[in-house]
């Protein structure tokens, strides 16, 4: 019997689905086995399995730092595969001043957007205008529906609408939404709010049909994080100089900015994972920001002062949440306990402080010993 015969996985338990895999020759017992270890591993969530799951694929959890962010040394939950990121992230935390650490200044607001789209519209200019004319209108019923989400200081926020020619001539009516979702990541949320607007709206555009989907792109919390890193030992002018070079040959050349890049995610993600976000919205914003005024730069800017300290700058949009989906796992609650996460805005300022920190320990470890030794030293413990 081939696959394609056998009854589909996504209608069998989790242990069904290895039995399935067993019984056609694709795993053998011991594969079993490791699969059954693993789920050990994690505690289970409430929520329903996943379609077509056969376990769970255990990451290292592991804690890094301490890491000072506004002046409160905060354990930093990090999953990951690359064991490397940890063990940089607790030695550049040490490089930092004593009092702050790294500063973060988060938005007052969650500022989730997404878009609404009308395809092949008739007169779409005339309809843009008519859309602005009734905007109140329609904030005020969107209001309404979101009624739990304004009493806690949220809801739409507002909207833009425009006009898109697309590249085969017909127009398309665009609406660019803004709403602060709280503590929600808020895809879902502006997804919906989109298709309530789009159907408030259907008799005027003289459409029913649309498309109502969240962006990743300047989505969630806007944050900027600094910090002054004090090099230290004998090599620590020759780390601050080295840090500022690869950043100036990183600004020209996009190898070198996608992998510069790279080392701010590794930090970004790592925490994300554990807390139970949607890591590849992230990602996806983070790349976007890189690339916004064409090519690609490094997401940090990172300066010398007096010879051995370099001064460093990341600013984000990330689009990050501590209610709903994976963010509920039993596992991701007690990272963001062990954290001291006090909500999606502090979550947000700590994963911007320890993207910023990674970067300059990627650096560091690069202007110095090199990756190979890094890997060595670390392989020795
Ligand atoms: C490896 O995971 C990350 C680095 O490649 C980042 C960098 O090159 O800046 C070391």
């Known amino acids: 019997m081939t696959a394609s015969d056998r009854r589909p996985l996504r209608v069998l338990s989790r242990h ?34 996943p379609e077509n799951a056969a376990g769970h694929y255990p990451l290292h959890l592991c804690v890094g730092g301490p890491l000072r962010v506004n ?38 607001r969650n500022r989730v957007r997404g878009q609404i789209l009308f ?25 309404q529906s979101w009624d739990p989400m304004v009493k806690h200081g949220g809801g739409l926020i507002g909207f833009t609408p425009r ?66 890193f004090h090099m230290d030992g004998v090599h620590a ?34 925490v994300a994972t554990a807390t139970g976000q949607d890591v590849r919205a992230i990602e996806a914003a983070c790349h976007a920001e890189a690339s916004w005024h064409g090519g690609i730069r490094p997401l940090t800017t990172l300066t010398n002062r007096s010879g051995s300290t370099v001064v460093g700058r990341l600013e984000l949009t990330l689009p990050v949440g501590t209610v709903g ?24 300022g700590i994963m911007a402080a320890v993207g910023l920190a990674q970067n300059v320990a990627a650096l560091r470890m690069l202007a110095t010993e090199g990756v190979t030794d890094s890997h060595r030293r670390l392989r020795r413990k």
């Open 16 to 49: 069904e689905v290895r039995q399935a895999l067993r019984e056609e020759g694709t795993l053998s017992l011991s594969d079993l086995a490791i699969l059954e270890n693993a789920d050990a591993f994690l505690a289970f969530g409430k929520g329903p399995f």
């Open 325 to 348: 989906g994976a963010t509920q796992e039993p596992i991701a609650m007690v990272c963001r306990k062990l954290m001291g996460v006090t909500g999606s805005r502090d979550l947000a």
């Open 237 to 270: 002018f020759r780390a601050a100089s080295g840090i500022v070079d690869l950043q100036a040959f990183a600004e020209q050349d996009i190898g070198r900015a996608v992998t510069h890049n790279k080392g701010v995610l590794n930090g970004i993600s790592a």
């Open 163 to 228: 006009v898109i020619l697309a590249a085969n001539g017909r127009p398309t009516l665009a609406l660019d939404i803004e709403a602060d979702t709280g503590e929600s990541m808020g895809a879902n949320v502006i997804t919906r709010m989109g298709d309530l607007l789009a159907a408030s709206m259907a008799f005027l555009v003289g459409q029913v049909g649309h498309t109502s989907i969240c962006t990743n792109h300047r989505s969630g919390w806007h944050v900027v994080a600094t910090g002054a």
């Open 71 to 108: 002046g409160v040394e905060r354990r930093i939950a990090m999953a990951t595969e690359e064991l490397g990121i940890v063990a940089g992230l607790g030695r550049i935390a040490r490089t930092l001043p004593s009092k702050d650490g790294i500063t973060v200044q988060v938005a007052k």
């Open 119 to 143: 395809h092949h519209v008739m007169d779409a200019a005339r309809k843009v205008r008519q859309i602005e004319d009734y905007g109140g209108v329609y904030v005020r019923s969107a209001h």
